[in-house]
């Protein structure tokens, strides 16, 4: 019996040819991600509450001609499958000689619309710009647990992202569209608590940023989560919701880059 994934895998993609694949394992072993044929060593980054956190990165370059990747999960033991039996996933990526398509969804969205369906030219990446964690359903839930604490909080949270990443539709798209998805907004009828703060920065950067290896990041100080990418003809410019200084980042980001063309500028009220 295959050895099931506790999450992912988690498919992204940071500038034009570099691919990450990150998800949750129940053990520790020597585990790798085959790209086609090309194997790429995974490489343990973390214990959490509910599993081991793995990262495997794979430099594509693009050519004249479209094509598909498919890539599996292996140990000395056999295949890795996820909790809903698949043990193969595919992605695509676009030809050099024209613009990749660019999705911007919300996590409602997400959920619901047939991302995957065939389309002429599928797309090259998705941004959730939406996806807010700390919806009313979670804050009550919160306000309802007595003495919180680090551990009460990394149990919730970590609890929270498996299941909400882990579900059967949204799952694969994960793994089959290269995604970023944006720091959330947090409701400002939420607890205000330094230690709920740290958790949800904590778990944002494991699973929605892929850890702070994320190379997009315009800073890794925790000070804000800003990224800039630029893929397939699309320059991305992600605004923190909430640093106070987008101005100024906006400003510092056209000064440094002398072609503006084609910027695409996205950011959460």
Known sequence: MSEKLVLGPLLSLENDNKYVVCFLSKTTQEYSVFFDEKQVEAKRLGNLKFGYLYRAEITIPLDEEAKNITYIIKTKNGLLSDNHDRKCWSFYIPSSKKKARLGIESYENFLNANLLEEKEIPYSMLILNEFNLIDDEVLSQIKEIKNWSKDNLDDFFEKLYIEKLGDEKMSLALASIPTMIMWHK?????????????????????????TLKNNTLLTKDRSHFSFALEFGGNKILALDSKNNGKSKLLNNYLENKKDHSNLMIIYNN
């Not at 947090?186 to 892929?210: A, C, G, P």
């Open 186 to 210: 947090t409701e400002e009828n939420s607890i205000n608590d330094k230690v709920l703060d740290e958790t949800t920065k904590k778990y944002y950067e494991i699973f929605q940023l892929r």
